[in-house]
């Protein structure tokens, strides 16, 4: 019998999930909830309903884990809490800042409900947490380092359009040749943030506007740019959407340590990923996450975990046997 | 009150474990055990005993978890399942073939005894087995490859040991730059060993030996060198001695797959691991287990287990609330 899924929010992240089901065997779509009018939506999955969000309750029976795919401004901090009360619940909540208080409302909620829940599945938080609690497990005495990008960063993407005299703007997060390769050479320098990245913006600009203002105004903007050396362009919207319309992005956790008696070896572990599509490379790993809190919840666990608490092995849909033959 | 660890065995792994526990602060060595006379080894850790194997049982109340540090070949078949009656035990086997049959003994063996085992600790099997299951389970519809090195294969060493002629030598396996960066570009050919791996062999002849036999016995030899491309240099025992007396290793596990509604989008996910000394982060590796077979044993936990079934904060000293704090 295969895991049945329910999708609420359709938006990049519910389609990729629905992508991300299609993968995988032990895993069927059953509906999906929107709080558009459900026949203005229309999804890829032959034979499956698009309901109401606010009918979500009506199929309390049908669905074994309910995918999140809301945004983490606003969607989620309400929607998470609410619906593990009636459902296992996964998401992708990724203001980390938040996690803890988003973390207690959850489990509380879920506890009430005798539900399992898995908050802030993606890759940052998520594989990347992973990775960095893995390194530091193995190598107390070291440093680590996140890198991000090659990729477009929404927020700031966003933080340029808001600017006055742009229409479209998009902006790159790129990793720093230098900072990276010495961080491989267990160098474990402060690097400031001008070191470790470089923010490229591609801007349309609205016409007549002053793009050197515009540029200025980038450039010196605290906390998004003002830190960074930022490049900027003025493009052609037609060139805007036909050179930077990919979601891509991806990144690094390198850490290095020693040990022995006198500290006499180094040792460099290092995480990278390389992705077409941040919102499909997200939904995959929420699918997998769901695949995990199915699993618990099956074996009588409930409360809010998240993908730390997770053994990995839950994440396949291998048997434990199948998996110490073929990769252990 | 911290976890007492006791050491079975003390090799190059031993000493690996003894040097980890020392950055570990809620971790304390309390015995090391060891089957030759123990007043003739000499242990680094002041104030704590050695002791024979044979009185391991007499410590049975003082220790938490044993880790053992025997040899696959022989010591840990019959060790740990013995052990694993009267003690939590953590080792490093690493005969990948025997995996499941030496799960089964230990398990077995761990149920009878209320006791909770992990086997096959270190990297591969270990951190690597764990980075292709994360990789399978986020992306099923694709490839990956394991690189070994670049680094010292004992294996490979001690085959070359025992051709006539040879007084000592040293094997290195080292991954093709060729065949990573097409795998790290989504290259999902199905490579022959020789153009993954380069074996190159820094050989000591005894006196009069002909070099010309032993290079091509070494190059002919099937499994070990015949499917690749080897390179082997004679040199004096004092260079050998000079150049190639530490035991570094590494690799990598890369793995490629698409996602999307037509599999348009393409991801790469990459861990690497560049080590000074393999037998102290093997050490590092089974350190940060055995905190996590301690938990999980407070739990009520007991049988055995491998790495793909803890989860991965049980690894970490830090609670829960802090991961979700400092890493999540």
Redesign the interface.
């Not at 530091?136 to 005495?141: F, G, K, S, V």
């Not at 006499?264 to 599509?277: A, F, G, M, R």
């Given at each position: 019998m295969s895991i049945r899924i329910g999708i609420m929010g359709y938006g990049n992240i519910g389609r990729?999930v629905?992508?991300?089901i299609?993968?995988?065997p032990d895993m069927e779509l059953v509906a999906v909830f929107t709080r558009r009018p459900p026949k203005s939506v229309s999804i890829?999955t032959e034979g499956v309903c698009v309901r109401h969000a606010d009918d979500v309750l009506q199929m309390k029976e049908e669905i074994d884990v309910l995918v999140l795919c809301g945004g983490s401004a606003t969607d989620l901090p309400a929607q998470t809490p609410e619906l593990a009360k009636h459902f296992n619940v996964v998401d992708s909540f990724d203001t980390?800042a938040r996690?803890?208080e988003h973390?207690a409302n959850v489990d509380a909620a879920a506890r009430e409900g005798g539900t399992l829940a898995v908050i802030?599945c993606g890759w940052d938080?998520g594989?990347f947490?992973?990775?960095?609690?893995?390194a530091?497990?193995?190598?107390?005495?070291g440093k680590d380092y996140t890198f991000w990008g090659k990729g477009i960063s929404q927020g700031h993407s966003d933080a340029i359009r808001r600017i006055k005299g742009v229409k479209n703007a998009k902006q790159y997060t790129i990793p720093l040749e230098s900072a990276l390769n010495a961080v491989?050479n267990a160098d474990t320098t402060a690097f400031t943030p001008r070191q470790m990245h470089l923010r490229e913006c591609f801007v349309v600009a609205e016409e007549g506007a002053d793009t050197q203002r515009i540029e200025q105004e980038i450039k010196s903007m605290p906390n998004y740019f003002a830190d960074y050396d930022t490049v900027v362009h003025f493009i052609s919207e037609e060139e805007l959407l036909r050179d930077h319309s990919g979601i891509p992005h991806g990144g690094f956790v390198i850490r290095s340590g020693k040990?022995?008696?006198e500290n006499?070896?180094?040792?460099?572990?290092?995480?990278?990923?390389?992705?077409?599509?941040n919102p499909?490379?997200t939904?995959?790993?929420i699918i997998?996450c769901a695949?995990a809190a199915y699993r618990m919840k099956a074996e009588g666990l409930t409360g809010c975990k998240?993908?730390?608490?997770?053994?990995?092995?839950y994440?396949?849909?291998l048997s434990?046997?199948e998996?110490?033959?073929t990769?252990?």
């Open positions: 990729a629905e992508c991300a299609r993968q995988n890829l980390h996690i803890s973390f802030s938080p594989m947490s992973i990775n960095r609690l893995y530091r497990a193995i190598l107390p005495e491989r040990t022995g008696w006499e070896n180094t040792h460099v572990i290092e995480y990278n990923i390389k992705l077409d599509s499909e490379f939904a995959s790993v997998a695949r998240t993908i730390l608490d997770l053994p990995p092995a994440l396949s849909p434990g046997e998996l110490r033959n990769l252990l």
